[in-house]
């Protein structure tokens, strides 16, 4: 068990509103990586941190950002919500940037 | 384009019967491929991912580079490998990797 928590579970934001979700993982595992799982798809790659760097996007806006702290939690942010961002929001984590990806419970989040 | 393709939403199956769920992908260069599985109100998980060749809870998965596909397989289905499955494709960036997922099949295994 590799201990990968999100938080919030759920969320309800309205449109143009700013959201932050976040992340944590044991020590050790320096790569985060998030990804939009919108309904009936597959998850879709957003970016992925590697010791606190973005180390890699995906085809995503930047009103899209996220950090990466010392101790290895990160953070999702989204400003200017729009009604497509309604999504769930997982966290992976891996022990290095090319290794298995460990995914998080994730964030449901509803805009309005 | 790298792509992953399940052609399957739905596959249902009785119980001891064999299953095969489809998954086919684009990618230029050597693909690293994973399945993952998400089972009712669980977290994504890793089932396998081909390098290592192993078999986890009887599934096995052959790489088909003529054929770009990763299929898995069981010989007989449990009701208990009733769950979501998607398959992925690792894309090597210059540094760090990203998933590219299929849109998942629902296996439903009924006794």
């Known amino acids: 068990e590799t201990g990968v928590t999100q938080s919030p579970t759920h969320l309800i934001k309205t449109r143009g509103q700013q959201v932050t979700l976040r992340c944590s993982s044991q020590s050790g595992h320096n790569t985060v990586s998030w990804y939009q799982q919108a309904l009936g798809q597959g998850p879709q790659f957003i970016f992925q941190y590697y010791r606190e760097e973005e180390n890699g996007r995906g085809n995503f806006p930047p009103r899209f950002s996220g950090l990466q702290f010392p101790n290895y939690s990160s953070e999702l942010n989204v400003n200017a919500l729009e009604l497509d961002d309604s999504a769930l929001y997982l966290c992976?984590?891996?022990?290095?940037?090319?290794?298995?990806?460990?995914f998080g419970p994730g964030t449901r989040l509803l805009v309005l | 384009a790298q792509r992953v393709t399940q052609p399957e939403k739905l596959l249902s199956v009785f119980k001891g019967a064999p299953v095969e769920l489809k998954c086919n992908y684009s990618y230029s260069g050597s693909p690293e491929l994973f399945w993952y599985v998400q089972y009712s109100r669980q977290r994504l998980q890793l089932l396998l991912r081909?390098?290592s060749r192993e078999s986890i809870k009887g599934f096995t998965a052959d790489l088909n580079k003529g054929e770009t596909s990763f299929h898995l397989k069981k010989p007989f289905a449990q009701e208990e490998d009733s769950a979501m499955y998607y398959c992925?494709?690792?894309?090597?960036?210059?540094?760090?990797?990203?998933?590219?997922f299929g849109k998942g099949t629902t296996l439903s295994v009924s006794s």
């Open positions: 992925a494709l690792s894309r090597n960036q210059q540094a760090g990797t990203a998933l590219i």
């Open positions: 081909h390098i």
């Open positions: 992976a984590i891996s022990r290095d940037s090319l290794e298995t990806q460990y």
